[in-house]
T-cell receptor
Framework: QQQVKQSPQSLIVQKGGISIINCAYENTAFDYFPWYQQFPGKGPALLIAIRPDVSEKKEGRFTISFNKSAKQFSLHIMDSQPGDSATYFCAASRDFNKFYFGSGTKLNVKP | NAGVTQTPKFRVLKTGQSMTLLCAQDMNHEYMYWYRQDPGMGLRLIHYSVGEGTTAKGEVPDGYNVSRLKKQNFLLGLESAAPSQTSVYFC????????????FGDGTRLSIL
C-alpha cells in the first residue's frame, strides 16, 4: 500500500505557465513533507519542504500548499521555465527516520 | 566537497551472483539510507541507519543486507541477485535534525540477467 499518492504522472506546461503537482497521504503521524527534483542521471535534490503547522511555504517560484484536514499537499511552480523540466517527487516522514516517496511526476516545460 | 558518493555507477550481474554497493559521505551525517527507484514506483526505502553500528529495515528489505561499520560508509549487499532486483539504487544521508534535508548520491544502475 503506497503511503503517499502523487498525481499527475506526467505534465506538460508552456513556458511562463503554472505547474501544479498534487500529493495525498493517509498517516496523520507524518510531520515533514519535502519535495525533491530529479534530473536524468542524477539523484533527487531537495527543492522545498513544509511542516504541518503551516499552510503554505514559498521559496522563489516554488510554493507548497498544505491542507492538513484533507491530508493533501501540492507543489506550485510559477512562471515555469524549460530548465524546470525534471521529475518531481513528494515525500512524507515521521521523526525523520523513514521517508515515503510518491511515484513521481515528469514535468516538461515547452519553450 | 564530494557529498554522497556511490560506487560503482553501473553493474551487470548474473542471477545468483553477489555484490556490494558502497556509499560514502563526507558531511559527518548520522543518518544514511538506501533506496531503490523503479519506473512508476518512486523511491522505496530498503534499509537505513541512524548511526554507526546501527541498521534498520525499510519498506522493501528482503534480499538485501546492510552494514554501517564506519560513520561515513553504508554498504548494501545482495547475497544472491535476482532479476527482480534490477533497479537504480540511491544512497542518501542526512544530519540528525528534523529540519535537515537528505542528500542523495547519483545512483547505481544495476541489471541482473
Amino acid at each position: 500500500q503506497q503511503q503517499v499518492k502523487q498525481s499527475p504522472q506526467s505534465l506538460i506546461v508552456q513556458k511562463g505557465g503554472i505547474s501544479i503537482i498534487n500529493c495525498a497521504y493517509e498517516n496523520t503521524a507524518f510531520d515533514y513533507f519535502p519535495w525533491y527534483q530529479q534530473f536524468p542521471g542524477k539523484g533527487p535534490a531537495l527543492l522545498i519542504a513544509i511542516r504541518p503547522d503551516v499552510s503554505e511555504k514559498k521559496e522563489g517560484r516554488f510554493t507548497i500548499s498544505f491542507n492538513k484536514s484533507a491530508k493533501q499537499f501540492s507543489l506550485h511552480i510559477m512562471d515555469s521555465q524549460p530548465g524546470d523540466s525534471a521529475t518531481y517527487f513528494c515525500a512524507a516522514s515521521r521523526d525523520f527516520n523513514k521517508f515515503y516517496f510518491g511515484s513521481g511526476t515528469k514535468l516538461n516545460v515547452k519553450p | 566537497n564530494a557529498g554522497v558518493t556511490q560506487t560503482p555507477k553501473f553493474r551487470v550481474l548474473k542471477t545468483g551472483q553477489s555484490m556490494t554497493l558502497l556509499c560514502a559521505q563526507d558531511m559527518n551525517h548520522e543518518y544514511m539510507y538506501w533506496y531503490r527507484q523503479d519506473p512508476g514506483m518512486g523511491l522505496r526505502l530498503i534499509h537505513y541507519s541512524v548511526g554507526e553500528g546501527t541498521t534498520a529495515k525499510g519498506e522493501v528489505p528482503d534480499g538485501y543486507n546492510v552494514s554501517r561499520l564506519k560513520k561515513q560508509n553504508f554498504l548494501l549487499g545482495l547475497e544472491s541477485a535476482a532479476p527482480s532486483q534490477t533497479s537504480v539504487y540511491f544512497c542518501a544521508s542526512s544530519a540528525d535534525r528534523t529540519d535537515q534535508p537528505q542528500h542523495f548520491g547519483d545512483g547505481t544502475r544495476l541489471s541482473i540477467l
